[in-house]
């Protein structure tokens, strides 16, 4: 059973930064997608950054230019730099893998982004 499990949300004012962390039970490279999601209440979830092996990184328009993710294989870890943060980028952030034909999911970690 693969494990996904996230650290480093957190209460921030607006402008500050963040970085999420996603440590895997296993090795990253062994699945074909990896990304990040996040709900906010009363909103359906939807995706902020995805990567796969063979494509540059994936953003949500609403977040390009100041969130970057990134991994590690030696770490088995995805990350999320969140920049610029605003209110609205408050949400339960959610890592994210595909390895066909099973979907993996953390547990959320919840960002919470003050005016």
């Known amino acids: 059973q693969v494990q996904l499990v996230e650290s480093g949300g957190g209460l921030v004012q607006a402008g500050g930064s963040l970085r999420l962390s996603c440590l895997a039970s296993?090795?990253?490279?062994?699945?074909?997608?990896m990304g990040w999601y996040r709900q906010a209440p009363g909103r359906q979830r939807e995706l902020v950054a995805a990567?796969?092996?063979?494509?540059?990184?994936n953003y949500a328009d609403s977040v390009k230019g100041r969130f970057t993710i990134s991994f590690s294989n030696a770490k088995d870890t995805v990350y999320l730099q969140m920049n610029s943060l605003k209110p609205e980028d408050t949400a339960v952030y959610y890592c994210?893998?595909?390895?066909?034909?099973?979907?993996?999911w953390g547990q959320g970690t919840q960002v919470t982004v003050s005016s």
């Open positions: 994210h893998a595909q390895a066909s034909p099973f979907y993996y």
């Open positions: 990567f796969t092996p063979t494509t540059s990184a």
């Open positions: 296993r090795s990253i490279s062994s699945f074909a997608l």
